[in-house]
């Protein structure tokens, strides 16, 4: 089945910084990729998704990129801000329409 | 519109005892899926469902059941709980008819085994 690797496992920037994570899937099939942001105590939460046939995708101070020849996508945050803070899942589908989730990264924003 | 609704928030098991986790959506998706989060972990598929009177294995099936025979209820049932099934579990839903499909999830149930 899919594989997906989520890198870093946490990440600490300070407010303004950008924030890089990224992933890497094993199935050449897989055709959406959305990203999660998980306060905690509550409920994982869509903030951008891209289809395979778009490289990049940009939401305000969020964007996507998808790399499908290295089978990898990222997700980055400029202008990093305290409510930044989270826990960020990737996730991939390879058509079946159920997501496989990578392990999650810590982002700790310092005011 | 509510969204998906899951129940009970909290539960205390003993080992050996049974329960279901109620899950409902009123968004008429056709998709429901019930993931499993352990501490620290990402979520992992237990069953997914693609409408009423289907249902599929995800990656981590075993000691579990469900059932989908309406739209709304997707529930999962616990057979002789283990200390391993201690976890958070949400319950999702998605349209079938959108390229980008996210999911819309309950606010989980923390259950623990004891």
């Known amino acids: 089945g899919e594989n997906v690797e989520q890198h870093p496992s946490t990440l600490s920037v300070q407010e303004g910084d950008s924030a890089v994570i990224k992933c890497t899937y094993s199935d050449s099939a897989s055709n959406y990729f959305p990203w999660y942001k998980q306060e905690l105590g509550k409920r994982p939460q869509l903030i951008i998704d891209?289809?395979?046939?778009?490289g990049e995708k940009k939401d305000q101070r969020i964007a996507v990129t998808l790399n499908k020849t290295a089978k990898h996508f990222s997700l980055h945050i400029t202008e990093t801000q305290p409510e930044d803070s989270a826990v960020y899942f990737c996730?991939?589908?390879?058509?079946?329409?159920?997501?496989?989730f990578g392990s999650g990264t810590r982002l700790q924003v310092q005011p | 519109n509510a969204g998906v609704t899951q129940t009970p928030k909290f539960r205390i098991l003993k080992i050996g005892q049974s329960m279901t986790l109620q899950c409902a959506q009123d968004?008429?998706?056709?998709?429901m899926y019930w993931y499993r989060q352990d501490p620290g972990m990402g979520l992992k598929l237990i069953y997914y469902?693609?409408?009423?009177?289907?249902?599929d294995k995800g990656e981590v099936p075993n000691g579990y059941n469900v059932s989908r025979s309406t739209t709304e209820d997707f529930p999962l049932r616990l057979e002789l709980a283990a200390p391993s099934q201690t976890s958070v579990y949400f319950c999702?839903?998605?349209?079938?008819?959108?390229?980008?499909?996210?999911?819309?999830f309950g606010s989980g149930t923390r259950l623990t085994v004891v």
């Open positions: 996730a991939t589908d390879t058509g079946r329409r159920a997501l496989t």
């Open positions: 968004m008429n998706h056709n998709y």
């Open positions: 999702a839903s998605s349209y079938s008819n959108k390229a980008n499909y996210g999911y819309t």
């Open positions: 891209i289809r395979s046939n778009v």
């Open positions: 469902s693609v409408g009423a009177g289907i249902t």
